[in-house]
RNA sequence: GUGGUUGUAGCUCAGUUGGUUAGAGCACCUGGUUGUGGUCCAGGGGGUCGUGGGUUCAAGUCCCAUCUUCCACCCCA
């Protein structure tokens, strides 16, 4: 059988996991430091849980769990000739895959609400799935790291997340990120400006491309979900629009206004911050449908796809029976941001320190010799290891080269008798016989 | 889900208008070196050519289907 994984996964070599480490590391130490608390929760949930909460593509999106056992007992075998797939999928399987991690988030804090202290800031470092088609940026299996507030609606947290973001992004290394915000009542404002409420999806939709295909493309598609030229052209107006300022006139109504004045709010207290990356973005809309309120995209210039997102949701844990609850949070695409990190090579050096000293293995009694030598450096703090096999010596120093092993220590009867070792340095190639005792100093030098 | 693209050794890839026994580099193993890697030399193992069907005297090569890769769309981290 010839072995392979299943498309849009990925199997990570040493090397790849410890830069992702490193980012994870890097990110949990932020959220830390804001006073955010670690969650986990299941890498499945009740398929009910997550259907209908991210639009109808969303819901095609999630991947689901085939019931065990006889998983057809449920089914009307009639029925099953003539059955939408669609149907029979709801029948079969009970359970599917976390799509993000908001979702499962706003059903934990319902269920939890006892046990929790509001408002409740937590952080969550967990593998998603999406049954997307794979692509560049894209997986079907990647790593989301999330901080949320929930149970305030203050927009100190806003200010915060992007705080955290900035600060997130400048540890990485990660120097032209930018920072875009809007604001979902603006959209309606504008939506309730121009009276085309019912098609506010679309034109959410729409106004997310600009970036993408521009002012030429949106028009193509506003028109054809049936908007007129008037409203298009107010549409584009507002789209063009670099600054707060100049979607006043655009948005007189107190929807509008409303989030005018809290994107204003949020800028204002950035600035006072010295947070220069995040600005206002008229074109910033965002698919997900739960938002409500702030919406924010990280980007890095001249990388497709955005690094990191979120938004305010006023109503998420409604659904799941707890009333009036808003929180906001943004995501972190781990996977993404290594892409990035890659591209760019700003992975530190060290992230790869391994084995400093290997004993190469002359044999039962040799080795066993240097069972207590190995432990000495150990405790002194030294990356070491046996070669396990009384192998020949160059297959030995193969192993230690493939390694990068900077030095090997060699023990046979000689050194053994005297109580000394010969120590040496692979990458000058010299080697010299030191007393045992010595071995620590050594290698501090 | 739609459109395109890719698949030959563990990896990266050659392979002519269809023609005998499918090659190279790297990696791996053995030896040159019974206590020495990274260089060198000699030798070796490893392929149902993604899978299934078809056309043909003959298919890695042509046709169909399917899976996979990558890219774009939709949507999204």
Redesign the pocket.
């Known amino acids: 059988m ?1 072995p ?1 994984i ?3 996964t990925r199997d990570f070599l040493p090397k790849q996991v410890n830069k992702r480490n490193y980012i994870f590391r890097t990110i949990e130490g932020v959220f830390k430091l804001y006073g955010y608390v670690p969650i986990e929760t299941p890498s499945f949930e009740n398929i009910d849980t997550l259907t209908g909460k ?2 109808d ?2 819901d095609q ?1 999630i991947f689901k769990i085939l019931n065990s056992g006889d998983y057809l007992a449920g089914v009307d075998r009639e029925e099953l000739a003539e059955i939408s797939s669609g149907k029979l999928a709801d029948s079969i399987a009970g359970k599917a895959l976390r799509y ?1 991690l908001t979702v499962p988030f706003a059903r934990y804090v319902v269920q939890h609400q006892n046990d929790l202290t509001f408002p409740f800031k937590r952080y969550q470092i967990q593998p998603v799935w ?1 049954a ?9 299996e ?1 790593y ?1 790291c999330d901080v949320d507030v929930i149970g305030s609606a203050s927009l100190h947290n806003e200010v915060e997340l992007i705080q955290i973001i900035d600060q997130v992004f400048s540890e990485l290394g990660v120097s032209d990120f930018k920072i875009g915000i809007n604001h979902r009542k603006i959209l309606a404002g504008l939506a309730e400006g121009l009276s085309i409420e019912s098609n506010f999806n679309d034109l959410v ?1 729409a106004i ?2 600009w970036d ?2 521009g002012e030429e493309g949106v028009t193509k598609e506003l028109s054809s979900k049936g908007l007129g030229g008037e409203a298009i052209t107010a549409v584009m107006k507002y789209a063009k629009s670099s600054s707060l300022s100049h979607i006043g006139d655009i948005l007189q109504n107190t929807k509008g206004e409303r989030g005018m004045e809290e994107v204003n709010m949020i800028l204002t207290e950035l600035e006072n911050l010295g947070v220069s990356s995040c600005a206002f973005n008229a074109s910033l809309a ?3 449908s739960y938002y409500t309120g702030t919406i924010i ?1 990280v980007i890095a210039d001249g990388f ?6 979120g938004g305010r949701y006023d109503d998420l844990t409604g659904i799941f029976g707890m009333k009036d609850i808003s929180g906001v949070g943004v ?3 781990a ?2 941001i290594y892409d990035l990190m890659e591209e760019r090579q700003l992975f530190p050096s060290d992230t790869n320190v391994s084995t400093e000293l290997m004993f190469a293995n ?1 044999g039962a009694e040799e080795a066993s010799f240097c069972l207590s030598l190995l432990k000495e450096v150990r405790v002194a703090g030294i990356v070491a290891e046996l070669y396990p096999d009384a192998a ?4 030995q ?2 192993y ?3 390694k990068h092993i900077p030095y090997v220590a ?1 023990v ?4 053994m008798a005297k109580n000394e070792l ?1 120590l ?1 340095n ?4 010299e ?1 010299r016989t030191i007393n045992s005792s010595d071995l620590v100093k050594e290698l501090k030098r």
């Open positions: 010839k392979s299943p498309k849009g991210y639009g593509e969303g999106l993000d999406r997307d088609r794979p692509q560049k940026g894209r997986y079907r990647f989301q939709t997310d491309k993408k295909i965002r698919g997900l995209e497709s796809g955005s690094i990191c997102a995501s972190f695409g996977d993404r002359f020949k010596m160059k297959k120093f193969s230690a080269d493939a060699l046979g009867a000689d050194e010969t040496k692979m990458a000058s190639g080697q």
